[in-house]
């Protein structure tokens, strides 16, 4: 199993990005999917996750309203929407595939990992 996130970047305060995460090996409907963030100094965070199947999301607090996940399956997909985005939510931003259908927030329950890919949000 392989997952390839991307769509990183620098954007100002209120401004957007789409985070995309590519899977190999395991179907993105076949088990949940997650979205984590990390810090510098800080550990590694559960942001929102989707469920396989009919794709059932939650969203850590300090991004419900503002983050959306999504996902293509015929594109073996995940999507990661930010919207009104906050110096706080600078980090780096990793997907991950879970070894179960419900979607979960702990991270012990996701068995692979991308390599993260670098949100920086400017005040």
């Known amino acids: 199993v392989q997952l390839q996130a991307s769509g990183g970047g620098l954007v100002q305060a209120g401004g957007s990005l789409r985070l995309s995460c590519i899977a190999s090996?395991?179907?993105?409907?076949?088990?949940?999917m997650g979205w984590f963030r990390q810090a510098p100094g800080k550990e590694r965070e559960f942001v929102g996750t989707?469920?396989?199947?009919?794709?059932?999301?939650s969203y850590a607090d300090s991004v419900k309203g503002r983050f959306t996940i999504s996902r293509i399956n015929a594109n073996s997909t995940v999507y990661l929407r930010m919207n009104s985005l906050k110096p706080e939510d600078t980090a780096v931003y990793y997907c991950?595939?879970?070894?179960?259908?419900?979607?979960?927030?702990?991270?012990?329950?996701?068995?692979?990992w991308g390599q993260g890919t670098q949100v920086t949000v400017s005040s």
């Open positions: 991950a595939t879970s070894r179960y259908y419900s979607s979960t927030s702990n991270r012990l329950d996701y068995d692979y």
């Open positions: 090996g395991r179907s993105v409907s076949s088990a949940a």
């Open positions: 989707i469920s396989g199947g009919d794709g059932i999301t």
